[in-house]
């Protein structure tokens, strides 16, 4: 087994598994949503070392060693906690089917640049795909995330 850790705790991933599936069947991790499955929607999105990446698209020898956090632990990340107040300020989300993965995203993105201009948050939300609102109240809280 391949260990990892997921949002500070302890985990296992057999080599040959999706990341994505042992998340959500083996481990209960649900929040991470299951969308295309080949790399195309970002509903999967995770931070991985901090870096967004398809869950989908990471297979278990990919991630020996890894620090992987999902949206169950994206509150312990300051860019995180500072994003969850904005989203629920806009009512960023409509259906929230894409929100796990627009988060984690996002979250990745604020982390490693505070202050991202209007481009820079687009361009961070080109890998995740959001069917209700258009993303208008989706990139409202991304700026009042903003510093
Ligand atoms: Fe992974 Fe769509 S489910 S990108």
């Not at 040959?16 to 970002?42: F, P, S």
């Not at 991630?63 to 169950?72: M, N, P």
């Not at 979250?107 to 948050?121: C, E, F, Q």
Request: charged residues 20%; contains cysteine.
């Amino acid at each position: 087994m391949i260990r990892f850790t997921l949002n500070g705790q302890p985990a296992e991933i057999a080599p040959d598994a999706m990341l994505l599936a042992t998340l959500r069947e083996n481990i209960g991790a649900t929040g991470t949503k299951a969308g295309c499955e080949i790399g195309r929607c970002g509903a999967c999105t995770v931070l991985c070392d901090g870096a967004p990446m398809n869950a989908c698209l990471l297979m278990g020898w990919q991630i020996e060693g890894s620090e992987i956090t999902t949206i169950e632990g994206i509150g312990t990340l300051a860019a995180g906690a500072v994003l969850i107040r904005a989203m629920e300020i806009e009512n960023g989300f409509q259906c929230g089917y894409c929100a796990p993965g627009v988060m984690m995203s996002l979250t990745g993105l604020l982390s490693r640049d505070p202050a991202p201009s209007d481009a820079g948050l687009e361009e961070a939300l080109e890998g995740n795909i959001c069917r209700c609102t258009g993303y208008h109240s989706i990139l409202r809280g991304a700026r009042l995330a903003r510093k």
